[in-house]
């Protein structure tokens, strides 16, 4: 009894451990991307994404660069597609100043969707907060304002008729 309860806790620890490895990246996860560029020494290097909105992936945040020319960029793809690669603008600054500008490209893997494959099986449900034709009436709600407006009506009538009533003086 207790291998087979070792072997059972063997495999509950290992699984998330082998999922781990085969982590699939969907649509809207971050992915961490570095790379090692060599440059000159006394040199910088600068790293810069271009703007635009039609790109398939956007970088989150500034490039990091840590000594030795790593640069290290937070990405987030939008689309799914194949692994590839996203090119950003690299700056090497040497330390007379001059200039030299470079392709810098960062790994991307793969991402796939995060709706499923066949869409066109699926079925729409129709929006539960609209009010429209196909909604039921609660009677018991109805009932209840009805009683509301009726008590506050009879306490409308008794105020009145007390305010009007005249009073005895002394």
Same mark, same amino acid.
């Given at each position: 009894?207790?291998r ?10 290992a699984?998330?451990a ?6 699939v ?20 290097l600068e790293v810069?994404?271009?703007n635009?909105d039609?790109?398939? +992936?956007?970088?989150?945040g ?5 000594p030795?020319?790593? #640069?290290? &960029?937070? /990405?987030? =793809? @939008?689309?799914?597609?194949p692994?590839?690669s996203?090119?950003?603008r ?7 100043g001059?200039v ?12 796939q969707s995060?709706l ?6 699926l079925?729409?449900?129709p929006p539960?907060? +609209?009010?429209?034709?196909?909604r039921?009436i609660?009677w018991?709600?109805?009932? #209840?304002? &009805?009683? /509301?407006? =009726? @008590?506050l009506?009879?306490?409308?009538y008794w105020?009145?008729r ?5 009073r005895p003086e002394?």
């Amino acid at each position: 009894m207790t291998r087979w309860m070792a072997l059972v806790l063997l495999c509950a620890l290992a699984a998330p451990a082998a999922a781990q490895g085969r982590r699939v990246l969907t649509v809207g996860d971050r992915i961490v991307s570095v790379v090692e560029i060599s440059i000159p020494a006394g040199s910088r290097l600068e790293v810069s994404f271009p703007n635009t909105d039609s790109s398939r +992936v956007q970088a989150i945040g500034r490039v990091k660069i840590e000594p030795g020319a790593r #640069a290290t &960029a937070t /990405l987030v =793809a @939008w689309t799914p597609g194949p692994a590839t690669s996203v090119t950003a603008r690299g700056r090497i600054i040497a330390g007379d100043g001059s200039v030299r500008t470079v392709p810098v490209r960062f790994g991307l893997p793969a991402v796939q969707s995060v709706l499923p494959r066949d869409t066109s099986q699926l079925k729409p449900k129709p929006p539960k907060d +609209v009010i429209g034709p196909d909604r039921r009436i609660d009677w018991r709600l109805v009932a #209840a304002g &009805a009683a /509301l407006g =009726a @008590w506050l009506l009879v306490l409308l009538y008794w105020l009145r008729r007390r305010r009007l009533r005249p009073r005895p003086e002394p």
